[in-house]
């Protein structure tokens, strides 16, 4: 390493031959090493170092992560032991819920793992339980604990298992029209569709089953209480009031306190009020104990949630952020309530309904006929309108989602508005959407005027006929006045119930548009199968090496020496790659991928970080490795501390380094006093966090965070954008960034070469064991491109930034992996 004068008299760094450009490459490992004599000089004094060590083995989890299938009936995790392998060791286990919980979706599992000598390799085995009911790709957490002769790694102490679920939301009876993905298709089904959501509600969504049942039970006491205020107002009229001559020995008797109309009054006043201090307590007890809507929406929104984020690339071109911020604002929250909640009410009102028929028809049996006339025209209305309402909701929701797109496309192009100084345009652009809907609004609206008054002109009629075709009865002494009275509230309270119930109807109908659009998101492909598949070829590829290449030092190296390679790899979108490429390189190596633009190093990026969807051939890195990949564009999380970004993902004793991490926004020149001012209090914050239960962020806030600054972020396959030479001035600030509030106001004090290097500095925090760079230099001056060289050296002669240089056996070789970006800072 050293200097050599540049152009102009400037200085530019050489570094060699530590860096290998990948052109050089060749695809035998040994003669990697063989043209970099200094590389097998270090790797030589490396390993004397690693067998001189007298400590004990290391047991680690082969992965941070598992995947298993609901249906395997079982998950199947791998864990290394690392050493000289020369007696027995022993390591506890057990399980711990996360969003899978023990007993439904998996039984809880403890035990202890023996390895006897010589043995490198135990499986652990999670019974799983599986079910009918859709679920998206939850886990549990695996831990290692309580070592005896042996370490464990601090960094794969743990695992995540994740249970993939191929069940169709929200019933299996409607994959094939799902699968067809035809919106209109699944809308005819709607009902249906509405129907098994309900059941999926009150069957698979914790505590929902038994609030539901205690709510039909409580809205049954406001029906007897009803039913019992009717035959009150009878008794009143024709009992307690009725002081007519010839009915005097008769109500006299029946008085409920013999011989008293007065305090028989006023008994039925008391038995009038008491009760309603009961239904207040149901009232109550429903709202306080029995709440549902809240557990509902949360259940459907971290499930969506939780599927955007494992969508494949094309699933997510699906589903453009607008539609995703509604899906989860408005359609859940009208979902849950019009499509599950509402039911209460329309079991209520169907009772009283059926509580009125039963008065009706014990008076009277000739009253079964307006009854059925209005039970006709209800659900005759409803069903000759749904089609025409879903029509118009679908269209007023498009109009909608364009609305919105419109506002987001502003808030993305609003440098360029302004630069081109076309703001009055753009407005009059948008004002041209709005008029373009005034024509949809106005028939939506006369469409709901004509429902709106069909149900009141039926009531109207019926208690007119009533009142003169019961006039008669009580005329010629075949009814009682009470009953006649009675008779007149009840069709007009019916009435009542009927519109209350054609209502919930047109909610209900209402339900079905959010619901189709809620099915079609949840369905969506996913790359989690995929990713299964590339954690199964993985460890098979690290077993198979370790297999054919025994090590006599011990485990340590043998895993050590397992190379990484790109094995006849291909990507038709890139000229370059089209045809096959091989590349083997060995761990403990910094690799730079040169070539002009467009030449597809974003693209071996992205292959090596398993972010390339469609390719031919193998991609074989070890499964005990982490790879990281660190994009060109600075990536912040809003919502979140300075602290919590730095420490995105990091170990909890790697996090817990506060010196360690100052020292490294020290050595790429961040270590300004406000800076460091905000990490102190972000630290407090993130501990005053972790003894407090956590305050709920909103579903759109979260995806706000991750969103991060995504004005700015480029396809990961399109080289175009990734290759193309950028020169920023890193005093500009990012002015198409969003401060994301008061929480974030560190974020917009930011330059762009600051966002930068706190984007690099994570990584070097989290200390991965294959680190990914993509054009790390670029827009740095010389002198920070000179730290960050430094770091990078040190990253991989030390197996990490700013640790003991003298590591043990816990730290595995460090391998970098970056991009030249543009060239005088390359």
Same mark, same amino acid.
């Given at each position: ?552 030092? /011990?485990?340590? $190296?043998?895993? *050590?020496? @397992?190379?990484?390679? !790109?094995?006849? %790899?291909?990507? +038709?979108?890139?000229?370059? =790659? ?74 909890? /004793?790697?996090? $817990?380094?506060? *010196?360690? @991490?100052?020292?490294? !926004?020290?050595? %790429?020149?961040? +270590?300004?006093?406000?800076? =460091? ?150």
């Amino acid at each position: 390493r050293g200097r050599r004068p540049a152009a102009g008299g400037m200085y530019a760094r050489r570094v060699e031959p530590r860096y290998t450009p990948l052109a050089q490459l060749s695809s035998a490992s040994q003669e990697v090493k063989e043209s970099d004599p200094l590389l097998s000089q270090q790797q030589s004094s490396s390993t004397s170092t690693l067998r001189s060590r007298t400590q004990g083995d290391i047991v680690q989890f082969a992965s941070l992560s598992f995947y298993a299938q609901e249906e395997d009936q079982k998950a199947i995790l791998t864990v290394l032991r690392l050493g000289r392998l020369s007696g027995a060791c022993s390591v506890r286990y057990r399980t711990k819920d996360h969003s899978a919980k023990a007993g439904f979706k998996y039984i809880a599992t403890k035990g202890q793992l023996q390895f006897g000598p010589g043995e490198h390799v135990q499986h652990i085995e999670v019974p799983l339980i599986s079910d009918d009911h859709f679920d998206t790709t939850i886990e549990f957490e695996v831990l290692l604990e309580q070592p005896e002769e042996c370490q464990i790694c601090s960094e794969f102490r743990s695992c995540r298992v994740l249970i993939l679920d191929d069940d169709v939301f929200p019933d299996e009876r409607f994959r094939e029209v799902i699968e067809e993905g035809d919106e209109s298709a699944m809308e005819k089904v709607g009902m249906s569709l509405l129907r098994s959501f309900q059941y999926f509600c009150f069957n698979h969504i914790p505590t929902i089953r038994w609030k539901s049942i205690v709510m039909i039970a409580l809205a049954q006491l406001g029906n007897i209480y009803y039913y019992m205020m009717i035959k009150l107002k009878v008794y009143l009229v024709d009992t307690c009031l009725n002081t007519k001559a010839a009915d005097e020995e008769r109500t006299m008797n029946n008085l409920l306190i013999k011989g008293s109309r007065g305090q028989t009054a006023i008994l039925l006043g008391a038995l009038t009020v008491l009760p309603n201090v009961i239904l207040t307590a149901s009232d109550w007890i429903e709202m306080a104990q029995l709440e549902m809507g809240f557990n509902i929406r949360r259940h459907l929104r971290v499930n969506l949630f939780r599927k955007y984020l494992n969508y494949t690339a094309e699933s997510r071109k699906e589903v453009p952020i607008q539609d995703l911020k509604a899906g989860m604002m408005e359609d859940i929250p009208d979902l849950v309530a019009n499509g599950y909640i509402i039911m209460f009410e329309v079991m209520r009102s169907s009772t009283k309904i059926g509580v009125v028929a039963m008065f009706m028809l014990q008076k009277t049996p000739t009253a079964a006929g307006p009854l059925l006339i209005y039970l006709m025209v209800t659900f005759g209305w409803v069903t000759w309108r749904y089609e025409q309402r879903l029509r118009l909701l679908s269209e007023q929701g498009a109009g909608e989602s364009e609305t919105t797109g419109w506002l987001l496309h502003a808030d993305h192009a609003a440098r360029l508005i302004d630069d081109y100084r076309q703001r009055s345009r753009v407005v009059s652009m948008f004002e041209g959407v709005l008029n373009s809907q005034h024509k949809l609004t106005m028939k939506f609206k006369h469409f709901n005027f004509l429902n709106s008054r069909v149900i009141p002109w039926v009531t109207i009629i019926a208690v007119g006929v009533v009142m003169a075709y019961f006039a008669q009865k009580v005329l010629d002494h075949s009814m009682s006045l009470g009953a006649y009275l009675a008779m007149i509230n009840v069709y007009k309270d019916l009435g009542d119930r009927f519109e209350g119930l054609y209502g919930c109807f047109e909610a209900l109908s209402e339900a079905v548009s959010p619901l189709v659009g809620l099915t079609t998101f949840l369905n969506l492909s996913t790359d989690s199968h995929r990713r299964k598949n590339v954690n199964e070829a993985r460890y098979e590829y690290m077993e198979s090496y370790v297999a054919a290449h025994p090590n006599p030092n /011990g485990m340590f $190296s043998a895993y *050590d020496n @397992i190379p990484l390679s !790109l094995q006849q %790899v291909s990507v +038709d979108y890139s000229p370059s =790659l089209k045809q096959s490429v091989s590349i083997d390189t060995p761990q403990g190596n910094v690799v730079m991928i040169r070539g002009s633009h467009d030449t597809g190093k974003s693209t071996i990026v992205n292959l090596l970080t398993d972010n390339v969807e469609n390719h031919r051939g193998f991609v074989r890195i070890p499964l005990h490795l982490r790879v990281l990949h660190v994009s060109y564009t600075p990536m912040l999380v809003n919502k979140i501390g300075l602290f919590e970004n730095l420490s995105f993902a990091a170990d909890r /004793g790697v996090a $817990s380094d506060i *010196d360690r @991490i100052k020292r490294i !926004l020290h050595r %790429v020149g961040l +270590d300004k006093a406000w800076l =460091l001012e905000e990490l102190e209090a972000s630290v407090a914050v993130a501990a005053t966090a972790a003894a407090t239960p956590r305050k709920s962020t909103s579903a759109m806030a979260a995806i706000s965070s991750l969103k991060a600054d995504s004005r700015s972020v480029s396809n990961k396959n399109e080289d175009s954008a990734d290759d193309s030479d950028s020169n920023g001035d890193e005093s500009d600030k990012d002015e198409a960034g969003d401060d994301g509030g008061k929480d974030d106001a560190w974020i917009a004090r930011l330059s762009n070469s600051e966002k930068k290097r706190l984007h690099l500095a994570r990584a070097f925090i989290y200390n991965p064991e294959v680190l990914v760079m993509h054009r790390p230099v670029d827009e740095l001056d010389m002198g920070l491109s000179d730290q960050l060289l430094d770091l990078m050296r040190e990253f991989v002669d030390n197996r990490g930034v700013e640790l003991q240089q003298d590591f043990d056996n816990h730290r595995r070789p460090r391998t970098l992996f970056f991009t030249q970006g543009t060239l005088k800072n390359t």
